[in-house]
């Protein structure tokens, strides 16, 4: 069964420090994946997408098939960057998106 | 360009009534995607429409169900209601015959039901 895991459901880091949030997925193909983000009072929205290899607002996320995992990196967290972080898989032939639970990250000043 | 527009935005109905919530997908779009998400869970898929045909189905019972429209509108109707379906409905529009580039969503609408 095609699955997205996200360990934490809260991140709480200070401004200026690193960020990593986790993605798991499990799924035989090849997936396409993707980071989504919802800022207080606003809706969902794309981040970024595996296959445009990327760095938006200064994440990034590569997708190790190995370790079936797409973590989400920002080397230096800001305030603007609270918000719920989804990661979602798409299966090759279908446009069903599967998301995780949600983490909830929280930069402190 | 505009966006994804769901209405309404809240609505409360009593158990074993019915819903219809309506969605106007992004100009250009011609592939709609209704999600429940329950407070505190990811989206979770319910259907999908291309050229105005259901286009994939999740674990949800046949009284949820759906339309679009050849403006590519459309709607999510939820018959017989129960206390479960109470959750954020979200509607999503692509273009598909192209790259996927993911979907915009809209706010949602938040179904209580009582």
């Known amino acids: ?109 | 360009e505009t966006g994804v527009t769901q209405s309404p935005t809240h609505l409360i109905k009593t158990r074993g009534q019915q819903v219809t919530l309506r969605c106007s997908s992004q100009s250009g779009h011609n592939t709609v995607s209704w999600y429940q998400q329950a407070l505190g869970q990811g989206p979770q898929f319910i259907f999908q429409y291309y050229r105005e045909e259901e286009n994939g189905r999740g674990n949800f019972p046949p009284r949820f169900s759906g339309l679009q429209f050849p403006n590519y509108s459309s709607e999510l109707n939820v018959n017989a209601l129960e206390l479960d379906d109470s959750a954020l409905y979200l509607c999503a529009s692509s273009y598909r015959d192209r790259v996927f580039f993911g979907y915009t969503f809209g706010s949602g609408t938040r179904l209580t039901v009582v």
Not at chain 1, 20 to 31: A, F, H, I, V, W
Not at chain 1, 53 to 63: H, M, N, Q, V
Request: proline share 5%; hydrophobic share 30%.
């Open chain 1, 1 to 109: 069964a095609q699955r997205v895991t996200q360990p934490e459901k809260l991140l709480s880091v200070f401004k200026g420090a690193p960020v990593e949030l986790k993605c798991n997925y499990s799924y035989s193909g090849s997936p396409e994946l993707f980071w989504y983000v919802q800022y207080s009072r606003q809706r969902l929205q794309l981040l970024l997408r595996h296959i445009s290899r990327e760095s938006i607002k200064g994440f990034t996320a590569d997708l190790n098939k190995g370790e079936t995992s797409f973590h989400l990196k920002k080397p230096f967290a800001q305030e603007e960057d609270s918000a719920m972080y989804y990661c979602a898989l798409k299966r090759s032939n279908t446009g069903k998106l599967i998301f995780g639970q949600g983490t909830t990250l929280q930069v402190k000043p």
